[in-house]
């Protein structure tokens, strides 16, 4: 049997907090956001290659779609992203890596980080390590900000990796992950009530975090005092979800949302905040964009005894709603077929792989 490895990550729809997860804020004033992975994944599968190079290729690609122009390293002609992350691993020997993403690019879903997460999984799994969600994380976030220079913040890469429906804590000390618990019933009608929408790629995501990130950075009055807003909304979303009252938790996004919209120019726009109005004005009691800004998904908590009206307003302006869950895994690895030769999961833990790796883990 040949050598094949395929590892899976889940994208993620922040709920709150978003923006608090930019260094520029985090290592100031500390940061909060309110995550879920959901059903909607990027799979790595890896084989040997025919070569001696590490051969990278999407599954737009083979089918012959170019993606479209965006300021998304995973997505640009030069691979910035997945490169960066095979040459870190130092691979030798031929290797094929091909990537499929189940959300186009500038879905606002996370897309980038999700696609760093199951590939560093895959190819840690590869050399012989099994690395824990939390140096998987940290190695994306290494990756996408320290070496490729990414203007992003830390939230997608411990939401891809942790799965699930996190508080996410950032600070200059690291990183924790809170699992936010719920009562079973409650978290099932949350995944009732939600509603998602796609209203267009954005094809400015990393623009708009870059001049949120410069206004953080140059401590703006009114940029921070939003972004402490939106973080205490986030703090308040935590604790309304714990006690399964719908309700406040859909009142705080929208509350959250008009914080959000405020940042900086770019995150909203005419046209979306015609659909928003629409959304409102037909049932749903909150609701936001999902990514940066600029377009991407929108996600509505609404009652599903109006949810017909809200489906059936947004459709009429363009936009198409997408089923989900929560996932409940984070990364994974699916399925191996030995490497003649590989040292398979002979390290004995994932902090001591971490450590092989210069990995430094936040508690």
């Not at 606002?108 to 199951?118: D, E, F, I, T």
């Amino acid at each position: 049997m040949s050598a094949c490895l395929i590892a899976k990550a889940p994208l993620r729809i922040s709920l709150g907090g978003g923006g608090t997860d930019l260094p520029a804020y985090y290592e100031q004033h500390d940061g909060l956001v309110v995550s879920m992975a959901i059903t909607y994944y990027t799979y790595v599968i890896l084989t040997p290659g025919q070569s001696d190079e590490v051969q990278i290729i999407f599954a737009d690609q083979r089918s012959g779609r170019r993606p479209p122009e965006c300021d998304d390293y995973v997505w640009d002609t030069d691979l910035r992203l997945p490169k960066a992350i095979a040459q870190y691993f130092h691979i030798t020997g031929g290797l094929t890596v091909f990537l499929a993403c189940q959300a186009p690019p500038g879905a606002g879903l996370g897309c980038s980080s999700s696609v760093a997460v199951a590939m560093i999984k895959a190819l840690a799994f590869w050399c012989g390590l099994d690395l824990g969600p939390a140096e998987v994380a940290e190695l994306a976030c290494h990756i996408e900000i320290d070496a490729v220079k990414m203007r992003v913040g830390k939230q997608d890469q411990y939401a891809s990796a942790f799965g699930g429906l996190n508080c996410i804590h950032f600070s200059s000390k690291g990183v924790m992950v809170e699992p936010l618990q719920m009562p079973h019933e409650a978290r099932e009608s949350l995944e009732q009530n939600l509603m998602l929408f796609f209203a267009g790629s954005s094809l400015q995501s990393t623009s708009i975090l870059h001049r949120q990130e410069r206004a953080s950075r140059e401590d703006e009055r009114e940029t921070i005092a939003r972004l402490d807003a939106i973080k205490a909304l986030g703090s308040e979303m935590c604790a309304v979800l714990s006690q399964g009252d719908l309700t406040a938790f859909g009142e705080l996004l929208h509350e959250s949302w008009m914080n959000k919209r405020g940042l900086t120019h770019g995150i909203s726009n005419e046209f979306l905040d015609r659909c928003y109005q629409a959304a409102l004005d037909n049932g749903a009691i909150g609701g936001k964009v999902t990514g940066a800004g600029g377009g991407g998904h929108m996600i509505f908590l609404c009652p599903e005894a109006r949810q017909p009206a809200v489906s059936d307003a947004l459709t009429a302006l363009g936009l198409q709603r997408r089923s989900f869950r929560i996932d409940a895994d984070g990364v994974q690895v699916m399925e191996v077929s030995p490497r003649p030769g590989a040292p398979m999961l002979r390290m004995p833990s994932a902090r001591r792989a971490a450590e092989r790796l210069h990995i430094r883990v936040g508690g």
